[in-house]
């Protein structure tokens, strides 16, 4: 497993990370299985190198987390959470009991990486103003230790938050999306983190478009379609079929996450699974050397104007 440092906090971090949001849940939402079974997938990329663990009130899988930390050695994990935003504005007391029912949750006393989550750009004034200092007074107690935000990138493809978030100092670390379908984040948030030595989680390395070839062929055609993809520049029959005929990679999939991994400034790409298989093929995609520049240079060119998808 390879580990790189998060930025400014200095915390060393595995390149994979384990997602226990998205589509799965570790398994929670698409393969039923049982609490147990999620809690021994989580051990299994735990004891296979990863340390990163990304999970969310919201995801409710941070009791899951907490049974797996449980069983190993808490100080040589990071754990990243996020407290849930929706309808009205939260306050500083509701930021407070969140995360006190998060540090039960997962059976720990200080939360690694505390996050915003999913804040929207008509909402930043106000986070910044009068939750940013709440979550430093939780800092101050030893609570947590870095501040995070992350996106909410199907409502802000142009990542107008975070282009915000990164002038303002506060943040340690953010989750921004991003994938060789849509690069944007490149110029709109990579090229500020890297210049400010901000930690930074992909998410969205796979979606849907990545996974199912049906909706791969969809998303290309709607690419072609608006002319956000020439296409000259790719097969809409069988769009992305020369990562694997060329011998880059064993799947689509697998190239993703190689991309993303070796995007500059980029530090942990979350990866969600819901069964061991699946798990393991994940692994064996980070352990693969970078894709061939041509292949990299290719995947530049053909989605060089794509950003109205996330892959989703």
Known sequence: MEYRILGRTGLKV???????????????????KSEAESVDLVLRGLDAGINFIDTAEAYRTEAIIGAAVAQRDRSKLIISTKKQLRGENITREELRAGLHDSLRRLQTDYIDIYHLHGLKPEQYAYYLKEIA???????????????????????DLEHEMLAR??????WDVVMVGF?????TARESVL??????DIGVLIMFAIRRALSQPAKLKATIQSLIDSGEVDPQD??????????????????????????????????VILSGTGNPAHLEAN???FERPPLPA????RLKRIFRKSRSVTGG
């Open 14 to 32: 595995s390149v994979m990370g384990i997602g226990a949001g998205g589509p799965s849940r570790l398994g929670q939402r698409d393969n039923n």
């Open 133 to 155: 200092p709440g979550m430093q007074d939780l800092r101050d107690e030893g609570l947590i230790r870095f501040l995070g935000v992350t996106e909410n990138w199907s409502g």
């Open 165 to 170: 978030a990164l002038q303002d100092g506060v």
């Open 179 to 183: 994938n060789l379908l849509n690069q």
């Open 191 to 196: 090229e500020a983190t890297i210049k400010k």
């Open 234 to 267: 790719i097969d809409p029959a069988n769009p992305l079929s020369f990562l694997v005929d060329s011998g880059a990679a064993p799947s689509i999939a697998d190239a993703a996450y190689r991309f993303c991994r070796d995007e500059s400034g980029t530090h």
């Open 283 to 285: 692994l064996a995609a």
């Open 294 to 297: 041509e292949v990299t240079a």
